[in-house]
């Protein structure tokens, strides 16, 4: 699971750096983070179910010089501290990092109160904070290393599954966190996409290549800052674009992607696919996938669509 693959890389971060320390929000089993404080019980803290006193200890720490890694689901580490998270952490420029699980349909079963659509979109307005969304294992020990070089805050979005055995193809070929991914098909169609949801969007790729369609995928790992000038010579080589992402339509990759382009009379018309501004529901993650349009057969369905 990609959650652990976070948690062991984490200790051995410690095991260097006396400085790091983990804090909780009485999700430890759930998120992995016992295992870091079995290791290091003096450097990891526990405040209970209280977000918003989450983010102001962490603060205190890194004022006094610690380097705190915030853990917990994201509708609760960034909803609920949002306030603390802009006050204390943006406003200052913390050395804070805040690695949050079960982002998009991910809490699957807990419903519409679990599922976070909106992180991306809250997170990339605040100044300073650098955001991340790995798919593969590699990434998420490169985003580690990324993130402790940066003396600011930083955010990574991290999924409880692991899919690498999907697209190991993919990413052995594209190593680098920072620079975009591009798997090449022809200039007609490009699917952009992050995070584990990568999985899909390749299915529906394999599926298309089936028919004589070969759409191209471009897969960004650093949503903020955006790579733009790579990202931007890569885009309008193509007649049209499908941004997929399992984040809400409005705000997220899709809305950086649009915003990036508006200046750029080259670039191609440009389709999001994600969260149509809905909450989500309870259920099976492989259905709500394809109740709310991510599933591969869906996206599938969206490109033959344009096409006839």
């Known amino acids: 699971m990609l959650i652990e693959t976070c948690i062991s890389n984490l200790i051995e971060m410690a095991k260097k750096n006396d400085e790091i320390v983990v804090l909780d929000a009485e999700l430890a089993q759930s998120t992995g983070t016992y295992k870091f404080q079995e290791k290091f019980a003096d450097r990891f803290i526990n405040v209970g179910i209280a977000e918003q006193n989450l983010i102001g200890v962490a603060a205190g720490l890194a004022i006094a010089g610690m380097k705190p890694y915030v853990t917990g689901f994201a509708v609760f580490s960034i909803l609920r501290a949002y306030e603390q998270i802009r006050q204390l952490i943006s406003f200052n420029n913390l050395d804070i990092k805040i690695l949050v699980t079960h982002s998009g ?22 100044p300073n904070f650098t955001i991340i969304s790995p798919a ?15 003396k600011g805050p930083g955010i990574m979005r991290i999924c409880d599954e692991n899919y690498e055995a999907d697209f190991n193809v993919f990413f052995s070929e594209h190593q680098n966190l920072t620079s975009s991914k591009i798997f090449e098909g022809e200039k007609d169609i490009c699917m952009v996409t992050t995070g584990t949801i990568l999985r899909e969007v390749i299915k529906a790729k394999d599926s298309l290549n089936i028919m004589n369609i070969y759409p191209s995928i471009l897969y960004i790992s650093v949503l903020k800052p955006l790579n733009r000038k ?7 080589e193509y007649k049209r674009i499908y941004v997929i992402e399992e984040h809400s ?15 750029c009379s080259e670039t191609p018309p440009i389709k999001r696919i994600g969260i149509n501004d809905m909450f989500g529901q309870s259920g099976d993650y492989e259905k709500l996938l394809d109740y709310y349009g ?15």
């Open 249 to 263: 339509i409005i705000g997220g990759l899709g809305s950086l992607i649009c915003e990036m382009c508006q200046f």
């Open 136 to 150: 593969s294992s590699g990434e998420i020990v490169e985003g580690l290393q990324y993130l402790q070089t940066i």
């Open 230 to 236: 790579e990202i931007l010579n890569i885009l309008k």
């Open 105 to 126: 349909l991910r809490a699957s079963h807990d419903g519409a109160s679990h599922q976070c659509f909106e992180d991306i979109a809250l997170m990339s307005v605040l």
């Open 294 to 308: 991510l599933s591969a057969g869906k996206i599938e369905n969206y490109v033959l669509a344009d096409i006839k």
